[in-house]
């Protein structure tokens, strides 16, 4: 079965899916580390040098190659992937594929991402803790109608890793 992880930035998908991966056995693939590995750019400088259009196209080619290889894999999207190129759409055509939406709180996000405004471009020019939650409300709101979309909706705020793995692993019993 290929799992694949959802959500805002921020909301545990990659740390989780690690754990979740090495306590079924099989690989973990974070999809923008593994865009990174084959275009030999960072996602910040596919952004700056050849635009977002050129980043979502090659991210949408990158998520079809993973799910046709059908392979028992743990799968990290990134925040905005669902959203673009009719990602959901594509995810939800594979049979053996199992999408889990990480619901986080716009607090529970601020909280997890103001210390890393340096490491997301996206973040970067929010200054204030204020301008920060009125961006990720805002994202966010835009973004929820596909996250929804997932087969399985997770609540990751105030809980601990253990109890979100736990649950994800009833989710896919």
């Known amino acids: 079965m290929t799992i ?90 594979y049979p053996k594929t199992k999408s889990v939406y990480f619901k986080a709180s716009i607090g529970e996000l601020v909280k997890r991402l103001k210390h890393e405004r340096a490491k997301r471009p996206i973040l970067s020019r929010f200054e204030s803790e204020d301008d920060l939650t009125e961006f990720i409300g805002k994202h966010l709101f835009e973004r929820v109608p596909f996250y929804s979309q997932a087969d399985v909706t997770l609540e990751v705020s105030n809980t601990t890793e253990l109890a979100i793995l736990d649950a994800l692993m009833q989710a896919l019993a």
């Open 4 to 93: 694949i992880l959802l959500g805002y930035m921020g909301s545990g998908k990659s740390t989780l899916g690690r754990k979740l991966a090495e306590s079924l056995n099989i690989p973990f693939i974070d999809l923008d580390d593994y865009i990174e590995e084959k275009e030999g750019l960072s996602i910040s400088e596919l952004f700056a040098q050849k635009g977002e259009i050129y980043f979502r196209k090659k991210e949408h080619e990158h998520l079809k190659a993973i799910l046709e290889n059908q392979s028992d894999v743990v799968l990290a999207l990134g925040g905005g992937t669902p959203c673009y190129a009719n990602n959901m759409e594509l995810i939800k055509t």
